[in-house]
């Protein structure tokens, strides 16, 4: 795999043995998801305004260059809501991927090394669980709970999870066959050891890719559920929340519905992106 | 049930076809039972978590039919509790429901009085359709920007991958309600209101396809390149075959596998997350029946909706195995 | 893997600009057909209507059903735009002196679209259908005035009370007193659900689920009511009744020409509407969309603290920006200024005043301050906990209205928790008992200032009143409105039905917020649409397209 030497330009980073280095094509994503980030944590770093701050005298204001995404109907200023939305969407985001890989990694592990009956037992209840609408399981678990950012986790998280389930089952059993696994074996080293240094790394390594897409996908999952009124409660600046809210106004003021939009798609995109660059750089390193 | 990386059957090509021919038919006959179990199980769990949700559902139903909120006394629940039979014991509903399943009876709708076939039968066809042409379409669009950009030169590279990763981030009202304003409104080329016709179907099939190709695509992508990378597609050059003959004729059969197991993920996935363009679009379709059906508590037609899902999932999967046995000549018995 | 330098970047920013430059196009302008008045007639045609919400059934007590209903059922009596009741179905009634006997003269000849006579056995064999639960809301419309109905002969009806009702007539106006054909009541429950069988200008065709209603037109009417603007049946063929609950989609589709009339007008594009289209828009009389306050548990049982959240924020000017002027803002809590007995000096009470509001909440010893602002006493929170149902009686709009009006009551020291409830939620009643709320949002439809009955009578073990959502129990005020529905004479009962609305507005039992409106915009070729009076359902059957 050939890369473009940018002696001075690049930077030089180390991850454990794999060395990285950064080239202005994930250079762009990497500072937006460094951007999500700050926001998330500190979203204070990014804007001085208030999220909830009404202002009924400039509602509907068209994006300037003191409010760059432009003003909502309460006259809140929209790149502000955005940028403290970050943490709710990315939670979700990054929550409900964390429980689908945990709820996975646990299934896929137990039934690509058990075999058997119990492969057997997790494959059906695999395939129920498939055959289970995952929009069914979000109104269900909203129907109960009530909506709020633990249920929308939890309702993307499981309904996500069977898919890496399967993926993880089936990385887990072609690996287990390859023959540094039956070597290692072979030479003696225990079962835990075999897991650890084997079987995890290189069964998970060609899902990198996948889970970061995920993290991707859940954000936007979470836009669609707020879409059916199903999301967090207002005043809560969630981009999925913000798209809904948007919507009566995309032929009359547009940035209400585009700019939330644009930002969940580059988000999305960007997380993805760094995902498969990460993934890319993972394999070569493991070749 | 074919997965990604799962270890190929070897083949069974010495053995006597006669023999061969009894244990696919007894595969056959266990894939059936255990479809059959799995859609029992998803009516059941659907049946109990129904139950789960708070309230109570005499009062949903009271409240859906008058347009109210509020409680009502025992005396004005006691006749819909008869009717519906909520005054039976739990497990007696349960049995009842279930013994119904096996005579082709989904229930009666509690808000519709009509039979759940029926309520599910009438918007079961568009929703199969929409689903049905977005995921051919899906298909066409990942493969043609796959096999246009892939291994091209960087900058077209960049583009098709950059393309695919986009489209798969976008959220599915967003593609919707900007096609709809752009091509329905702006520029009138697609009616507003589809309906279910042919014409008005189009934005619709390409609001879900849109991200959806996305999706395939970045599955199918990486494959499609490392097989390019392959010794035998270098042969294949040699022997003087064209770039295009070779992308289709080799390189894609071996790259679309991943993706073709995730169809029959992604057609379950449709069915229900149709709902948002059907929405947009006025359609009808069994994605608004189901948010209906559980914001009034109506249980036989939740469960009914489970179980016809589960079975376009079950057949969509029976067909992808089918589909890979094809696609995959190890996998194909000589 | 290779990768373009600024590839995401650059397709995400040529997507924006693209994006923005065709959507930003839209702003300017849709337009629609304009035809010049005074075209000719013509004979026939389709009515794209273009609706919202779809009922389970399509007769029933919920409005959606009353807005379908309108145009396939007839009533008794109807209800004329200065609010005095005209003929219908019955060309001419008589009231006995004491109020209690109703007696109706039938108009003859008139048929069901099934055959069956509309006889007084039918009209009487309907108000029993309504009284044992065929039609809840017209059932509690009634209770407990009815009696029972007889027929005398073919063509008169009795109807009989328990005591005098002076809003029986109007509220017999609405369509949930729509008269059906005993023959079709007596099939099953499916059946009447989905094709109610009326002597309307319209009968249904075709409910296609999730779709629309396919209406097409009675050839063999002669049962209009006297408001009509014309006489005879109607003259379009067809009304196809879409659903369409995208507001987007809605819009658009009269923008195109897809849909010739359509059913509430978002805001919005109001001007736009008003610029290219034949709009209107009606108030809907009743109990407007206020706020009630539990008046039973938790921190609104001081009535200082109930009035100092009304003065607190500053309604008017919120429900202005919110909905851009459009809806009207109403200080009434009770009745909206389109039903008959509203009492506008009632309306005029609790102006934005926080230094007032400020004052109550110090002498009902909320005095404490926590860190992030709130009031405490005795180290409790002022905490409003405060569910709307959201998506069905409040639009994206009004949960704006909701996010101002919640910082406003905020920098007065008020902690309120906004909780959206799902339909599921809602219907089941989640939200209905004392413990679950301190304030909620909600509104009623009714012709008549009957509604302050049924939502105000105190509700007692023996027999709850689970309309009465306030728990305010007043026994001064179930008199003052008991006297207003069984007075003789209008004048009479307008001066208690106001009295009425001064003691809710005086202990602050709900808190005004805005009329309840729909609204309908019609093409300009489609001429003599109009709106019902009694509960504002389009009615197409003197509707005709003009070339």
């Not at chain 1, 809904?244 to 939330?260: A, C, F, H, K, N």
């Not at chain 2, 009509?114 to 039968?121: D, E, F, H, S, Y």
């Not at chain 3, 509001?357 to 404490?368: D, F, S, V, Y």
Request: some cysteine; charged content about 15%; hydrophobic content about 45%.
């Amino acid at each position: 795999m050939s890369s473009i030497s940018f002696p001075r330009a690049g930077a030089l980073a180390r991850l454990g043995n794999v060395r990285i280095r950064v080239r202005p094509g994930t250079a762009v994503p990497l500072l937006i998801v460094l951007l999500v980030t700050v926001a998330a944590v500190a979203p204070g770093v990014l804007t001085h305004r208030s999220p909830t701050a009404i202002d009924i005298e400039h509602t509907l204001l068209p994006p300037s260059l003191s409010h760059p995404f432009g003003t909502d109907d309460s006259g809140r200023d929209l790149y502000t809501r955005v940028i403290y939305g970050a943490r709710e969407s990315l939670g979700i985001g990054l929550g409900a991927t964390g429980l689908a890989m945990s709820i996975a990694l646990l299934l896929g592990f137990i039934a690509g090394l058990a075999g058997g009956l119990i492969d057997v037992l997790i494959n059906r209840i695999l395939e129920v669980a498939f055959a289970f609408p995952v929009l069914l399981l979000a109104l269900l678990l909203i129907a109960i709970y009530g909506p709020s950012l633990t249920t929308e986790i939890i309702a993307v998280g499981i309904g996500s999870a069977p898919g890496y389930a399967r993926m993880v089952r089936g990385q887990v059993l072609n690996v287990r066959k390859a023959a540094y696994v039956e070597a290692a074996a072979a030479l003696g080293h225990s079962r835990w050891a075999v897991i650890r240094r084997h079987l995890f790394p290189n069964a998970m390594r060609p899902l990198v890719a996948m889970i970061t897409l995920g993290v991707g996908q859940s954000i936007v999952w979470a836009s669609g559920l707020a879409f059916l009124g199903l999301g967090v409660a207002p005043p809560s600046p969630e981009w999925g929340a913000l798209l809904d809210s948007g919507r009566e106004y995309i032929t009359t003021q547009w940035w209400l519905e585009v700019m939330p939009g644009l930002v969940i798609v580059l988000v999305a995109l960007s997380i993805t992106s760094l995902g498969r660059t990460l993934q890319h750089r993972l394999e070569g390193a493991a070749r | 049930m074919s997965t990604v990386g799962e270890a190929a059957v070897p083949a069974a090509s010495r053995r006597p076809s006669a023999r061969r021919g009894a244990r696919t038919a007894r595969q056959i006959l266990v894939k059936v039972v255990s479809a059959v179990l799995v859609l029992v199980a998803a009516a059941s769990v659907t049946f109990f978590a129904q139950l789960l949700v708070p309230g109570n559902r005499a009062t949903a139903i009271l409240n859906e039919q008058t347009g109210r909120a509020q409680l009502w006394t025992p005396a004005q629940l006691a006749p819909v509790n008869r009717e519906f039979g909520f005054d039976k014991p739990l497990i007696v509903q349960y049995l009842n429901y279930v013994g119904g399943l096996f005579h082709g009876n989904l229930g009666t709708s509690y808000t519709q009085y009509r039979p759940v076939t029926q309520v599910i039968g009438a918007e079961l066809m568009p929703s199969l359709e929409l689903t049905g042409a977005a995921l051919v379409a899906a298909w066409v669009l990942a493969l043609a920007v796959i096999l246009l950009t892939a291994k091209r030169g960087r900058f077209v590279t960049a583009l098709g991958s950059t393309w695919e990763a986009l489209t798969a981030s976008l959220p599915t009202y967003w593609v919707g309600v900007v096609l709809l304003v752009v091509f329905a409104v702006e520029i009138r080329i697609f009616p507003v209101i589809g309906g279910t016709s042919a014409w008005g179907t189009v934005l619709p099939v390409l609001t879900l396809a849109i991200p959806l190709a996305g999706f395939l695509g970045q599955v199918t992508r990486d494959e499609f390149e490392k097989v390019l990378d392959q010794p035998f597609i270098t042969t294949a050059r040699t022997r003087g075959m064209g770039d295009t003959a070779v992308r289709l004729k080799h390189a894609l059969r071996h790259s679309v596998l991943p993706a073709i197991t995730l169809s029959g993920w992604a057609m379950g996935a449709l069915i229900s997350g149709a709902v948002i363009a059907e929405n947009v679009y006025g359609r009808p379709g069994i994605g608004q029946v189901l948010v209906n059906a559980v914001n009034t508590r109506d249980v036989p037609t939740v469960s009914g909706i489970v179980l016809v899902v589960a079975g376009v999932y079950v057949i969509a999967n029976l067909l992808v195995d089918i589909a890979y046995a094809l696609v995959d000549p190890r996998l194909r018995a000589s | 893997m290779t990768r373009s330098r600024f590839g995401p970047l650059a397709a995400a920013g040529a997507s924006a600009l693209i994006l923005s430059a065709l959507i930003a196009g839209c702003s300017s302008g849709a337009t629609g057909a304009t035809v010049a008045s005074g075209g000719t007639i013509v004979q026939g045609g389709t009515i794209v209507y273009g609706h919202e919400q779809e009922p389970p059934c399509l007769y029933g007590g919920w409005l959606q059903q009353a807005y379908i209903d309108r145009n396939i059922l007839d009533s008794l009596v109807t209800e004329a735009n200065n609010g005095s009741i005209e003929p219908w179905l019955a060309t001419s009634w008589t009231v006995s002196s004491n109020g209690l006997v109703y007696t109706f003269h039938l108009n003859p000849g008139v048929k069901f679209t099934d055959g069956t006579p509309l006889n007084a056995q039918a009209v009487a064999y309907n108000f029993n259908y309504w009284q044992h639960g065929g039609n809840s809301t017209a059932q509690v419309s009634m209770d407990p005035y009815y009696k029972s109905a007889t027929a005398l002969n073919a063509t008169t009806v009795q109807v009989t009370l328990n005591k005098p009702y002076l809003p029986l007539l109007t509220m017999i106006s609405q369509a949930y007193f729509g008269i059906q054909s005993p023959t079709a009541l007596k099939r099953s429950a499916a059946a009447n659900c989905d094709d109610p069988i009326g002597s309307g200008a319209f009968k249904v065709q075709k409910w296609i689920h999730g779709q629309e209603v396919i209406l097409v037109r009675n050839p063999d009417y002669t049962s209009w009511p006297a408001t009509a603007l014309h006489k005879g049946p109607a003259i379009v063929d067809e009304v196809d009744w879409k659903f369409l609950p995208d507001p987007v989609e809605r819009y658009e589709s009269l923008v195109t020409g897809e849909t010739n009339a359509i059913y509430d007008i978002p805001t919005v594009d109001w001007s736009n509407a008003e610029a290219n289209f034949q709009v209107t828009q009606y108030v809907t009389p009743g109990k407007p969309v206020s706020i009630y306050l539990n008046t039973s548990e938790g921190i609104f049982t001081d009535v200082r603290v109930r009035q100092a959240f009304a003065y607190a924020a500053d309604r008017k000017a919120d429900v202005e920006a919110a909905f851009h002027g459009v809806i009207p803002y109403e200080g009434n809590p009770s009745v909206s200024r389109a039903t008959p007995g509203y009492d506008a000096a009632v309306a005029a009470a609790y102006p934005y005043d926080p230094a007032k509001a400020n004052q109550l909440l110090n002498e009902a010893g909320w005095t404490g301050r926590d860190a992030a602002g709130y009031r405490t006493k005795d180290g409790k929170e002022l905490d409003v906990r405060f569910p709307y149902p959201a998506g069905s009686v409040v639009t994206s709009e009004g949960t704006s209205l909701l996010e101002i009006l919640q910082q406003q009551w905020k920098q007065v020291g008020f902690n309120v928790q906004l909780i959206p409830e799902t339909q599921a939620e809602t219907f089941a009643g989640d939200y209905s008992t004392p413990n679950s709320y301190d304030a909620q949002p909600w509104y009623w439809t009714s012709p008549s200032a009957a509604i302050l009955w049924i939502v105000w009578r105190p509700s007692t073990k023996a027999d709850p009143n689970y309309s009465n959502s306030s728990f305010y129990n007043n026994n001064e005020l179930s008199t003052v409105i008991q006297d207003g529905n069984t007075s003789a004479t209008t004048a009479e009962a307008d001066q208690y039905y106001g009295q009425a609305q001064q003691i809710i507005q005086d202990n602050a039992a709900a808190v005004g917020l805005y009329d309840q409106t729909m609204s309908i915009a019609v093409a300009k070729n489609l001429h003599d649409v109009w709106l019902e009076k009694s509960q504002g359902e389009p009615v197409f059957e003197d509707a005709y397209f003009a070339k």
